[in-house]
């Protein structure tokens, strides 16, 4: 099928990616090509700093698609090799590897080349466009005592922070007076540079560099910046010389019409290396919108592109940096207050032509589309002011609310309509909005609520297929006294549908039914089939008990063995105080177990986990309580519990908390006369304090609240529910109550000991005893 | 190890795979995963388009089954993806005396 001509995309980039996608979406059938001259498939150059990540990085990780991608849309993808010419007139491309490709049309995506200015030894500078760039720029900073990146655009600054960040001193060198001049105004650069000198990255403006020597950067004043590795990232010039070749009309970039098309009708060109209208675009959000045009015109359907609003976002951890369209104009209006500065320029109709978020981005979603629509407004100041507390209803329907899965606000309202959906939960699951890194759930749980007048949310179903609560459930196990997953099923039809509640199905009549709960492992996540953490590749990581985080020196001997024995790619420290053995093969599980000799840690499980502890009165000069006696306790009366969601717990042996108790599930405190519980702490996603339970003269007490607790947790939260999420939803009062009242909590205490009696300590067992014969091995025994 | 009789490979035997679960297998170079459902047997490619997770390890219910990395759901009949526009490929697959079978499609 691709004998046939078709449409060549020339440039594996975002750009080449975005135009093959597009056309997809528009044309099952039409065969498409894809020549990338790098020898990766597209991948997010965007994220490109990732990749100098002091632990290396990998470029398969940036992605865009995955192979299968390639494959099921029928898009040939040749990788490493360039187009060397192009006869539009024959309609052919000829390939550096000597091949040629034919083609109705082809569509120019060749991006961009690292602008690197006339420098006296330049040579030896370093740019910071693709992978390769950042092997070498990682590798030259491992012995370096100083860097210097030569330009204070978004590019150099996301290089510099990168670079500060692999532990090497870095000064950034601009030619002008102000950093990011193409975006900022002169305010909002003067509040930059000093934010980018608080992440340790030096800032020397109004530096002109005239050469580079073996012991540094010279400027032209004669000044010289002693350091050894320079990276240049003054900016771009789009690739043109191929269209150039091809006799296309080219300026600074490959000229084309509204409709994309360049000076030859059957070429086409998006991205970086197009220049429409006089403007050359260096950022990825125009790419999109020219990638649809260019799909257009080539299904044949009328369209025109009119331009993009230049936005723009710096990806430097820290510093909230939003721009769009102009940062100074004929009307304009600034709330600035200390560290923040907030702008927005009006023309003199008084339509939004740009805005500058720094220090305080709310309402960038509103405020971008605003400049996008050109808005008009009468009082530009209090549009601002209303952005910074813009609701959910007041974002357009093409505010993207989640990132991390690229919905907007349009798709999820759309979504609870259809449905109609009633609660967050079954929003996130038909949309995923919000199940990624979760930080949206709460604007999606307000655009619920708007929706649905201001109702309170259906309750959260633990079968949403069947709408049935954790409550109807429980009330069905016990009047029915069903033992299993599988009965649940046939008694209500619970888990049969898509099956994701099975987990929680077996939490809930293992809490219910404890010592007489039947184990099913179709129901359990695979972590709870195989006892391992699954990892991304689909190896398993294994973490052996190390209770308080205290550990033999023969224990740490078995673990170098193991590592060497099975040729684990790596060993890592974890936060929870515990060694990570990564990378190991799911039938090489048992044998790892057996070699290594020390229970399971569970740190796969929807479970309790680590106690984190200090040093407390053994060795530390300020200790007030012994700390890891106490956590070894705490941890040893916990552990093999299951738990509606993992229970992360420490032990600090004074008020300043090196374990990190005040952040934890179950946090313990030694202060002067006794012991203070936290609960509903974290310091993931979500961080949140802890509040304060209890403060009681003895660990012995400390420990029999905190088991209280956990008790209470088991048995009330919904599935998946954190403590922190469980206590912000019924607040400590009440949990206080019944934790610390004298009956109840001697009712908790007694349910703990039952259920911990019926909890099994050391899955890893069943390395002898396996619950079937082939639990862990695949058909043909390896992968 | 297997044995090719026409175009259809035998992969192993039933006991090989637990009741509502999966199990990968090499076929033609092709990763598959089977699957031992109430009432019979499915077979996909065991490749998550999405980021490639081994959808033999995914939770499965009786007609679909979830990647374990990012919880994509796929249909075991149609192949098609729950709630998305993503698809992989249904393979056959038959019991004959104990042994499973898969043909590529």
């Known amino acids: 099928m691709y004998a046939r001509p078709g449409i060549l995309v020339v440039g594996g980039g975002i750009a080449g990616q975005a135009v093959c996608e597009a056309v997809r979406d528009r044309d099952p059938d039409v065969s498409i090509t894809l020549v990338c001259g790098e020898p990766h498939r597209p991948y997010d150059r965007v994220r490109l700093g990732s990749l100098l990540a002091p632990e290396g990085g990998d470029v398969e990780a940036l992605r865009l698609r995955p192979d299968t991608w390639y494959e099921d849309a029928g898009v040939r993808v040749l990788t490493g090799v360039r187009v060397t010419e192009l006869d539009p007139e024959l309609g052919r491309a000829a390939l550096a590897d000597g091949t040629d490709v034919v083609f109705d049309h082809a569509v120019l995506c060749t991006g961009s080349d690292p602008l690197v200015p006339p420098l006296d030894g330049g040579g030896g500078a370093h740019v910071f466009r693709d992978p390769a760039d950042c092997d070498a720029i990682r590798a030259a900073a491992a012995g370096a005592r100083r860097a210097a990146v030569i330009g204070g655009g978004l590019l150099g600054l996301e290089a510099a922070h990168a670079l500060a960040k692999l532990g090497c001193p870095t000064t950034v060198v601009h030619l002008v007076d102000r950093l990011m001049e193409r975006q900022l105004d002169g305010p909002a650069a003067a509040l930059l540079a000093p934010a980018i000198e608080r992440l340790g990255v030096d800032v020397r403006l109004t530096h002109a560099s005239r050469a580079i020597t073996p012991t540094g950067l010279v400027f032209d004043d004669g000044s010289e910046l002693e350091c050894d590795l320079v990276v240049v990232a003054v900016g771009v010039r789009p690739h043109v010389e191929l269209a150039r070749a091809a006799g296309l009309e080219v300026a600074r970039g490959v000229v084309v019409d509204d409709r994309l098309v360049t000076s030859h009708p059957k070429v086409l060109a998006v991205g970086e290396c197009a220049e429409h209208r006089g403007v050359v675009h260096g950022i990825v959000a125009p790419i999109h919108d020219q990638a649809q045009v260019a799909a257009q015109t080539l299904a044949g359907s009328p369209c025109a592109y009119a331009g993009s609003i230049p936005t723009a976002k710096l990806k430097v951890m820290g510093i909230d940096l939003v721009t769009a369209g102009a940062a100074e104009g004929p009307r304009e209006v600034v709330d600035a207050a200390g560290d923040s500065y907030r702008k927005l320029v009006a023309d003199p109709d008084g339509r939004v032509i740009g805005a500058v978020l720094l220090g305080d981005a709310r309402g960038a979603e509103l405020l971008i589309d605003a400049v996008r629509t050109a808005r008009e407004t009468d009082d530009p100041l209090a549009l601002l002011a209303e952005a910074s507390q813009a609701t959910a209803a007041e974002l357009p329907d093409s505010a993207q609310v989640c990132n991390c899965n690229g919905v907007c606000k349009g798709a999820i309202v759309e979504a609870i309509r259809e449905g109609p959906l009633g609660s967050t939960q079954e929003v996130v699951s038909v949309t995923r909005a919000g199940a990624g890194c979760g930080s949206c759930k709460p604007v999606v749980s307000e655009l619920l609520k708007l929706e649905r007048d201001g109702a309170a949310e259906e309750p959260a179903y633990l079968c949403p297929c069947r709408r049935l609560t954790r409550e109807q459930v429980a009330q069905l196990v016990r009047e029915q006294e069903l033992t299993s997953v599988g009965e649940v099923a046939e008694a209500c039809g619970a888990g049969r549908d898509c099956g994701a509640c099975k987990p929680g199905l077996a939490y809930l009549v293992s809490e219910l039914q404890a010592g007489r709960f039947r184990e099913e492992r179709h129901a359990r996540f695979i972590n709870d089939r195989v006892h391992a953490n699954i990892q991304n590749d689909g190896t398993f990581s294994v973490v052996p008990r190390i209770r308080g985080g205290v550990v033999t020196p023969d224990e740490l001997r078995r673990i170098a063995d193991v590592a060497d024995r099975y040729e684990l790619p790596m060993v890592k420290i974890t936060g929870g105080q515990r060694i990570d053995l990564l990378g190991a093969r799911k039938e090489q599980l048992p044998a790892i177990w057996e070699d290594l000799g020390m229970p399971s840690g569970h740190a796969y499980a929807k479970a309790v986990r680590t106690v984190k502890t200090c040093v407390g009165t053994d060795f530390c000069r300020f200790g007030l309580g012994d700390a890891i006696a106490v956590g070894i306790e705490l941890e040893r009366a916990m552990e093999g519990l299951h738990t509606p969601h993992k229970v992360k717990s420490a032990v600090s042996g004074c008020p300043r908390n090196c374990a990190e108790s005040y952040v934890k599930d179950i946090g313990l405190v030694a202060v002067d006369g006794g012991w203070e519980i936290y609960v509903g702490g974290a310091a993931g996603g979500t961080v949140r304090k802890g509040d304060l339970l209890a403060s009681v003269a003895s660990s012995d007490e400390a420990i029999r609240i905190a088991l209280a607790f956990l008790q209470h947790y088991r048995e009330r939260a919904e599935h998946l529910e954190r403590t922190y999420a469980y206590l912000q939803r019924v607040g400590i009062d009440g949990v206080r109550e019944a934790v610390l009242d004298p009956a109840e909590q001697a009712a908790l205490i007694e349910r703990y000991r039952i259920a911990k009696a019926a909890s099994d300590p050391d899955p890893w067992r069943e390395r002898d005893a396996p619950v079937h014969p082939r639990q862990f091995a695949e058909l043909d025994g390896a992968r | ?105």
């Open chain 2, 1 to 105: 190890m297997s044995v090719t009789i026409d175009t259809w490979v035998r992969v192993g035997a039933v006991g090989d795979v637990p009741l509502l679960e999966g199990r990968s297998v090499t076929v033609d170079a092709r990763r598959v995963a089977v699957f031992r459902l109430p009432d019979g047997w499915a077979a996909i490619d065991a490749v998550c388009p999405h980021r490639g997770g081994p959808l033999g390890d995914g939770l499965v219910a009786e007609r679909c089954v979830t990647c374990p990395l990012h919880g994509r759901r796929f249909d075991l009949v149609t192949g098609e993806q729950d709630g998305g526009d993503d698809v992989v490929a249904v393979h056959d697959v038959e019991e004959r005396d104990g042994e499973l079978w898969v043909h590529l499609t």
